[in-house]
């Protein structure tokens, strides 16, 4: 055979080649069925299921009367305990990266603590001892409801958690943007403010909108305070009725609709937010 | 007449043993071009980083049209915005349009409004040959055009010296003319520029003089001519032999 070996590499070449036409029809011959979003329906009907029950059966009639009225609370301790926590994390974040070094190891410190105590203990301390404390040296004791203190406490936890989102996000940003702003005569504010963090919100944002789902969740830990949201009317109801089945029944589906409803919510909010970005990845 | 940049005895050590640059004094007289070789690791980059202060010299003094930017009480933001630079990695704003990339720093520095800013950028897109990418994203534009982008966002600033901080090495070879074209119409207009670059066939067309440097310490300057074919020193002689062996 006439120039034998670069034949029989190209004969060769063109055997492992030939694999790649039946791994590419495969893949555009996937089936439709396939690619359906069957957990979701899963997911809708476990609701509809939960919810037909917890609406029509007789049973459920006096655990809805009893826990309802504690999803306003839940919700608004959310929002504000992730308010609270967004304000918290964005001093302690940009602590962190800041030059300032007391700035830095203090947001450092408080971050390490947080972390490194369970969120439970860690409610107890803050809403049951810390924060009565500090009102006390403030000269007005107990003037902090126990619902607030409690919102307090889980914000202050997730403060410390968000912070380091926000750290990681500036971080994720590369070091020539600050340096291409800064040669351009902007100040380090300046290019923090219109280079740095719009970036970084897309980085940030994500793993934020996480933590707003796992806050809703762990508001129930505020029931151990004695806050009337869901998981503590839950309880209350339960031990009171011996409806148990029925009182936990309709809790959890009160949360997973709650859930479910935010995690929607948010990702539509950031479809929007990334809609305005096109052409950029 | 006294230098548009004066390095006098500059030197930077990272982590207090790495001597990148080790005792520099260069002067850059206003409208010179001058051209800055180098080995890898030389540390011309950071000479280079040097007159902007974006590298901050553990001593010497850096003087800038009759300024010293080490002394503290010299407004540094004020002195970069009258000196622009053009990074190896184009660094622009991915999140801004080329635009606004170059409206920014008009707007927030110069204190220019919108409209002026974007007159100002339009006339500076056309310049560097591309106006109709305008409202592009950096994503949507080759190496090469985003380059001329950056060169368009520095220049809007009406700077009176311009850095290129290796600005070819990014790019793909098919690329690295229309920038250099660029840099060297740039050249011919009288601006002050020190240029980092690889580019021996550039520093010839476009230098007033080369300064070669090696293990942070200026080794030879002169024209380009002199140094790529007459070199004096044996360090030299063994760079340009390596680099202009093709």
Redesign the interface.
């Known amino acids: 055979m006439a120039g034998g070996p670069s034949l029989q590499s190209a004969g060769k070449y063109r055997g492992e080649d030939s694999l790649l036409p039946y791994t590419k029809i495969r893949n555009e011959s996937e089936p439709p069925w396939k690619n359906q979003p069957y957990w979701a329906y899963i997911v809708g009907l476990v609701i509809l299921a939960m919810g037909i029950k917890v609406f029509v059966d007789v049973d459920y009639e006096l655990a809805r009367k009893n826990i309802f009225p504690g999803i306003w609370l839940t919700i608004r301790a959310t929002i504000i305990a992730f308010g609270l926590a967004l304000l918290i994390s964005l001093i302690v974040g940009l602590g962190q990266i800041s030059k300032n070094v007391v700035a830095k190891n203090l947001s450092r410190a408080y971050i390490e603590i947080v972390r490194g105590i369970p969120v439970l203990p860690l409610i107890f301390v803050l809403a049951l001892v810390i924060i009565p404390d500090i009102s006390e040296a403030a000269g007005a004791p107990n003037s902090v409801p126990t619902d607030l203190r409690a919102i307090l406490a889980l914000a202050m936890i997730y403060g410390a958690y968000m912070a380091e989102i926000i750290r990681g996000g500036v971080q994720s940003i590369?070091r020539?943007?600050m340096?291409?702003?800064?040669?351009?005569?902007?100040?380090s504010r300046?290019t923090m403010r219109?280079?740095i963090f719009?970036?970084a919100a897309r980085a940030i944002i994500p793993p934020m909108a996480n933590d707003f789902i796992a806050i809703l969740k762990d508001t129930s830990l505020l029931s151990i305070l004695g806050v009337l949201e869901i998981t503590r009317r839950a309880r209350q109801y339960s031990a009171s009725s011996f409806k148990f089945p029925e009182a936990f029944f309709t809790m959890t589906f009160v949360y997973l609709t709650l859930v479910i409803g935010l995690s929607i919510l948010l990702s539509m909010f950031e479809r929007r937010f990334n809609r305005d970005?096109?052409?950029?990845? | 007449m006294s230098p548009m940049i004066e390095l006098r005895n500059v030197r930077k050590t990272f982590n207090k043993t790495i001597h990148a640059v080790a005792g520099v004094d260069l002067e850059v007289a206003e409208g010179e071009v001058v051209v800055i070789v180098g080995p890898s690791g030389s540390g011309k980059s950071t000479v280079l980083r040097c007159i902007?202060l974006?590298e901050v010299p553990t001593s010497g003094d850096v003087i800038v049209d009759g300024r010293s930017l080490m002394d503290a009480s010299t407004d540094l933001?004020?002195a970069?915005?009258?000196?622009?630079?053009v990074?190896q990695?184009f660094?622009?704003?991915?999140?801004l349009t080329v635009l606004d990339n170059i409206t920014?720093?008009q707007k927030?520095?110069r204190g220019r409004d919108t409209a002026e800013a974007e007159r100002v950028a339009h006339e500076q897109l056309a310049r560097v040959g591309i106006p109709e990418k305008a409202d592009?994203?950096?994503?949507?534009l080759s190496g090469g055009q985003q380059q001329r982008v950056?060169i368009a966002?520095?220049l809007a600033?009406n700077p009176k010296i311009m850095l290129f901080d290796e600005p070819t090495s990014a790019l793909d070879p098919e690329m690295i003319k229309e920038v250099l074209d660029v840099i060297v119409e740039l050249a011919a207009t009288g601006m002050t520029m020190v240029v980092v670059t690889h580019e021996m066939g550039f520093a010839r067309a476009a230098a007033d003089r080369v300064v070669f440097i090696d293990e942070g310490l200026i080794v030879e300057t002169g024209p380009p001519e002199d140094v790529f074919t007459n070199p004096q020193s044996d360090r030299t002689k063994a760079f340009f032999d390596k680099i202009l062996a093709y």
């Open positions: 590369p020539g943007q340096e291409a702003g800064r040669a351009l005569g902007l100040s300046a219109s280079v719009p970036q970005r096109v052409g950029e990845r | 902007n974006l933001d004020e970069r915005a009258e000196m622009g630079m990074f990695g660094n622009l704003f991915p999140h920014l720093a927030k520095v592009s994203y950096p994503r949507q950056a966002r520095s600033m």
